[in-house]
């Protein structure tokens, strides 16, 4: 059973780099797409970005400026950064898997259970 | 981007109830909707896929249905494990946008 598990910092300083890493088990990241989304305290769903095993990333053009997402088929892992992070970036960031049917989207089949990172000095 | 307007924001039921959730698109998106529960602790989880389509495992009272810009989530006899927020999300076109979520919570 494949399963996601995020990990990373908890505390972050302002203007620092969020650093965070998305470990697959009982899988591989080969063949999808993951992707990156966060839900600040009291608010919604927001989708980051997302990441083909080749390499291939899209961005949220809201965060585009400051996010890198990167993607290690060796160690079947997907990493997000988050430079510049301010309070407005405190969250509960998840990741998940892409399905596709063909080249279209298809939506989130598999989530981690999230983990919850302050920016505050 | 695609706005997706979520309602309601919350909703009060109790145990056995029905209830439907809406979400409108600002634009057509086909049916590349999908719905999501979310519960404290717990990863999130598919729902509904492709509008109506219910995942595997998940019980037969969700239903989705809809196309274009109009979409309801349906929960017929309401359980106790039901109580949690849901959200619908597009995948049509980038960036992906979620509506703003409905609490639902017993009365």
């Known amino acids: 059973q494949v399963q996601l598990q995020e990990s990373g910092p908890r505390l972050v300083k302002p203007s620092e780099t969020l650093s965070l890493t998305c470990s697959v088990s009982?899988?591989?990241?080969?063949?999808?797409?993951w992707s990156w989304l966060r839900q600040p305290p009291g608010k919604g769903l927001e989708w980051i970005a997302n990441?083909?095993?080749?390499?291939?990333?899209n961005y949220n053009p809201s965060l585009e400026r400051r996010v890198t997402i990167s993607v290690d088929t060796s160690k079947d892992q997907f990493s997000l950064k988050l430079s510049s992070v301010t309070a407005a970036d405190t969250a509960v960031y998840y990741c998940a898997r892409e399905v596709r049917l063909g080249i279209t989207p298809h939506g989130f089949d598999l989530w981690g259970r999230g983990t919850m990172v302050t920016v505050s000095s | 981007d695609i706005q997706m307007t979520q309602s309601p924001s919350s909703l009060s039921a109790s145990v056995g109830d029905r209830v439907t959730i809406t979400c409108r698109a600002s634009q057509g998106i086909g049916n590349a909707l999908g719905w999501y529960q979310l519960k404290p602790g717990t990863a999130p989880k598919r729902l509904i896929s492709a509008a109506s389509r219910l995942q595997s495992g998940v019980p037969s009272r969700f239903s989705g249905s809809g196309s274009a810009t109009e979409f309801t989530l349906t929960i017929t006899s309401l359980q106790p494990e039901d109580f949690a927020t849901y959200y619908c999300l597009q995948h049509k076109t980038y960036p992906y946008t979620f509506g703003q979520g409905t609490k639902l919570e017993i009365k």
């Open positions: 990441i083909f095993y080749s390499g291939s990333a």
């Open positions: 009982g899988g591989s990241v080969n063949k999808y797409y």
